[in-house]
Antibody, heavy 116, light 110 residues
Framework: QVQLQESGPGLVKPSETLSLDCFVS?????????WGWIRQPPGKGLEWIGY???????SHNASLKSRVTISVDTSKNQFSLKLSSVTAADTAVYYC?????????WGQGTMVTVSS | QSILTQPPSASGTPGQRVTISCSGS????????ANWYQQLPGTAPKLLIY???QRPSGVPDRFSGSKSGASASLAISGLQSEDEADYYC???????????FGGGTKLTVL
């Protein structure tokens, strides 16, 4: 079955760049869909960060302005998130998910804390 | 402040029917379909309803969705204790060119 798994540092210092990967198993990213990131601050709701198509086209939440970079590595069947200039407000559980007009499959999520 | 508006909480007793509302605007629910996600405590969200009223394989038919204009609703009939979770609505927003979520509704089974 299709599974998504996030990986990356659980602690990032303020002003630095948060980097996460999402490995997809059971499905080739090249076959289609968009592949996205969603985050959830502690005790709060869900926020869409952005997504990428296997062709490389991307879309992201304008509220995050130019801090977001989403990329895809089809050879590794994974996609990545970089969020620059992080602050404490970026502390959250970060989820990767498959998107085809809806987020139908989700990773388990990874907690990222921004703190010095 | 979420783009889609949901009540923060809802409750019901076992066997009851409860509904959760989701209010949007012409740029999101008014022109695009509604999706609903269930988030059990300590777990990742799971797709519950897509395209307003479609259930993915494995979702019990106790869960149903509807949409009218720029508002959507999730109904849960025959409420069970395992339905206690947070529920989120979501839709594409044409003005923002992105996915928007509701603030979530915490459902308590009394």
């Amino acid at each position: 079955q299709v599974q998504l798994q996030e990986s990356g540092p659980g602690l990032v210092k303020p002003s630095e760049t948060l980097s996460l990967d999402c490995f997809v198993s059971g499905y080739s990213i090249r076959s289609g869909y968009h592949w996205g990131w969603i985050r959830q601050p502690p005790g709060k709701g869900l926020e869409w960060i952005g997504y990428i198509h296997h062709t490389g086209s991307t879309s992201h939440n304008a509220s995050l302005k130019s801090r977001v970079t989403i990329s895809v590595d089809t050879s590794k069947n994974q996609f990545s998130l970089k969020l620059s200039s992080v602050t404490a407000a970026d502390t959250a559980v970060y989820y990767c998910a498959r998107y085809g007009a809806t987020f139908d499959l989700w990773g388990q999520g990874t907690m990222v804390t921004v703190s010095s | 402040q979420s783009i889609l508006t949901q009540p923060p909480s809802a409750s019901g007793t076992p066997g009851q029917r409860v509904t959760i509302s989701c209010s949007g605007s012409s740029s999101n629910l008014g022109s695009n379909t509604a999706n609903w996600y269930q988030q059990l405590p300590g777990t990742a969200p799971k797709l519950l309803i897509y395209s307003n009223n479609q259930r993915p394989s494995g979702v019990p038919d106790r869960f149903s969705g509807s949409k009218s204009g720029a508002s959507a609703s999730l109904a849960i009939s025959g409420l069970q204790s395992e339905d206690e979770a947070d529920y989120y609505c979501a839709a594409w927003d044409d003005s923002l060119s992105g996915v928007v979520f509701g603030g979530g509704t915490k459902l308590t089974v009394l």
